[in-house]
């Protein structure tokens, strides 16, 4: 059973920085991107950064030159490195890995359950 475990979410004051990582375990193969969205009370999901297997990157806007995405493909792990947090960054982020175990077979899409960030002024 694959699982992503989030952790490192928690209360900062804005300005401060934060470090997200998650785990996938479980019996997995040919990960192809691995991302990190949020969604905050009353809006919808939204794409924060996500990483290709090769080490393609790409990040919303609003996270820009703050967020930084990397990827350990050894460990089937990703982190990513908030800093210069602004209140607008609160929100519940989750862990995503999508890609397909063989190249006949259907692609899959995991989340994790998410952690809190909550940023205060």
């Known amino acids: 059973q694959v699982q992503l475990v989030e952790s490192g979410g928690g209360l900062v004051q804005a300005g401060e920085s934060l470090r997200l990582s998650c785990l996938v375990s479980g019996t997995i193969f040919g990960i192809n991107v691995m991302g990190w969205y949020r969604q905050a009370p009353g809006k919808q999901r939204e794409l924060v950064a996500d990483?290709?297997?090769?080490?393609?990157?790409n990040y919303a806007d609003s996270v820009k030159g703050r967020f930084t995405i990397s990827r350990d493909n050894a460990k089937n792990t990703v982190y990513l490195q908030m800093n210069s947090l602004k209140p607008e960054d609160t929100a519940v982020y989750y862990c995503n890995a999508r890609g397909r175990y063989s190249i006949l077979s259907r692609p899959y899409d995991y989340w994790g359950q998410g952690t809190q960030v909550t940023v205060s002024s």
């Open positions: 990483v290709t297997s090769g080490g393609n990157s």
